[in-house]
């Protein structure tokens, strides 16, 4: 039987929660210094002792190996604990999505360390409401951008345009806008990152928005394998000047 013992492990591990809303083990191990056994396990024991809730969701790997993972989030137990209040639990709705959202940017922490910064709590701002808002320190200046995980191949149709098209055109109105800053605060002017699934996704996605006339500089483009493998590599691309140029989050 497991023991209803918050050990300082376990607490390190609910506080990823507080940056990360879903985490699987694999994703949670870049954060904290022991081995991936050791990290499942007590993950596990969370969510026997109620403080963690878990969905199973389907992974793909660098390789192409795909399988089942579980993926955690806070449950009332553990957001009561984390946030000093209730929070709404993991849902099987949005599980696969949310873990992916944590697992590139647990690979982004690793690779920019203190230069990230990423704003917790609700994201949620009238039709504004991205996956994440971070902030990449160069020099002296922070410079915010807003992040969104594309799964829904129909909203890159001909037809069906108007799923991921209608939030650019969004973001286009609000950007650099008085309502914008009074919103955020922090911020009124940003970049709009976007990850969608694959690299022919990506390059349908560039092109499209190019017809559009929604060739701005600020929306950044790139696709899953290219941010799991090279975090800084030269692999977003604008739909300004795609055919020309590739950027790297090191030259913000």
């Keep these: 039987m497991i023991r209803d013992v918050l050990t300082p492990r376990r607490l390190q591990l609910l506080e990823l929660f507080r940056t990360y809303p879903v985490l699987t083990p694999r994703e949670a191990l870049k954060h904290v210094g022991t081995s991936y056994r050791n990290v499942n396990y007590e993950l596990g024991a969370l969510y026997e002792l109620r403080y963690l809730s878990r969905k199973e969701v389907f992974f793909a790997n660098m390789r192409g190996r795909v399988g089942w993972r579980y993926a955690y989030g806070l449950s009332k137990k553990g957001s009561e604990i984390v946030h000093g209040r209730h ?24 690779a920019l360390g203190d230069r990230l910064k990423l ?46 098209i209608s939030r650019i055109e969004r973001h286009v109105a609000y950007r650099n806008s008085v309502q914008c800053e009074k919103d955020w605060v922090k911020f009124r ?18 092109r499209r928005l190019a017809e559009k006339g929604l060739n701005y500089s600020w929306i950044w483009i790139t696709s899953t394998p290219e941010i799991r ?10 739909p300004k000047d795609y055919r020309q140029t590739s950027y790297s989050l090191s030259d913000i």
């Design 87 to 110: 929070i709404a639990e993991i849902r099987s709705s949005s599980a696969q999505h949310d873990a992916e959202v944590s697992a590139t940017f647990t690979t982004l922490s690793a």
């Design 229 to 238: 493998q090279n975090a800084l590599g030269k692999i977003w691309n604008s």
């Design 189 to 206: 002017s940003y970049r709009y990152f976007i990850e969608i699934d694959t690299g022919e996704l990506k390059r349908n996605l560039l």
């Design 119 to 164: 704003m917790t709590g609700s994201l949620r701002r009238g039709a504004i409401h991205p996956d994440a808002v971070f902030a990449i320190c160069s020099g002296e200046s922070w410079y915010w951008g807003m992040y969104e995980r594309e799964r829904n191949r129909q909203s890159l149709s001909k037809s069906n345009a108007k799923g991921l």
